[in-house]
């Protein structure tokens, strides 16, 4: 059973402050997927990471894939509120039809 | 473009009662999934279904059933209510390969007294 954690679990920090989250395991995965959840809405899919150390942007959003393929971060520039949410990781290990394992998710919230 | 689609959006049930949690899709997906989200939880998978007439378990599968007569809709089934089963229910759809995007709908909230 792999274990996977999110760190931290609760996040509160002002608007335009910068901040990483995590997400670790002690397992090695094939991809990563980040989504982001807002209250009382599914989660939405932000980005996937493939290749060990692979470095993704998206806007102020800065996703990294650990080398080894256990590990991701998510960086972000500049927080503004409508980065409010609950942020998840979902690793993969492999192909097939198999639905998504998610972590607990890091709760973000930005104050103005 | 209506995506994922899920009724009701809130439901209280009695412990023992039954009842069907509706999920459709319109974007010709051949996978879709049954999550279920308690408080200050990541998401579990409860069951999914590669396509039409084929269901398989997820991880948490007991208390839970589910069908796939077409490719648009995918029913979860409560059959005996439980406390436990609170939660809130997400149904999500890929179109097929794994690297693909799995579209959520908003949920269903579930409470059982």
């Known amino acids: 059973t792999q274990l996977l954690e999110q760190s931290p679990q609760f996040l509160s920090i002002q608007e335009g402050e910068n901040l990483t989250v995590y997400c670790n395991s002690s397992?090695?995965?094939?991809?990563l997927q980040w989504y982001r959840q807002e209250p009382g809405e599914g989660p939405v899919l932000l980005v996937t990471?493939?290749?060990?150390?692979e470095v993704k942007k998206l806007k102020r959003l800065t996703f990294q894939f650990g080398d080894a393929r256990k590990d991701s971060s998510l960086h972000i520039t500049a927080a503004q509120p409508g980065d409010t949410g609950l942020y998840l990781c979902?690793?993969?290990?492999?192909?097939?039809?198999?639905?998504?394992?998610f972590g607990k998710g890091t709760h973000l919230i930005i104050q103005p | 473009n209506a995506g994922v689609t899920q009724t009701p959006k809130f439901r209280i049930l009695k412990i023992g009662q039954s009842m069907t949690l509706q999920c459709t899709q319109d974007?010709?997906?051949?996978?879709m999934y049954w999550y279920r989200q308690d408080p200050g939880m990541g998401l579990k998978l409860i069951y999914y279904?590669?396509?039409?007439?084929?269901?398989d378990k997820g991880e948490v599968p007991n208390g839970y059933n589910v069908s796939r007569s077409t490719t648009e809709d995918f029913p979860l089934r409560l059959e005996l209510a439980a406390p436990s089963q609170t939660s809130v229910y997400f149904c999500?759809?890929?179109?097929?390969?794994?690297?693909?995007?799995?579209?959520f709908g908003p949920g269903t909230r579930l409470l059982v007294l």
């Open positions: 279904s590669v396509g039409a007439g084929i269901t």
């Open positions: 974007m010709n997906h051949n996978y």
């Open positions: 397992s090695v995965f094939s991809s």
């Open positions: 979902a690793p993969q290990q492999g192909g097939g039809a198999d639905g998504l394992t």
């Open positions: 999500a759809s890929r179109a097929g390969e794994w690297w693909e995007t799995q579209y």
């Open positions: 990471v493939v290749t060990g150390g």
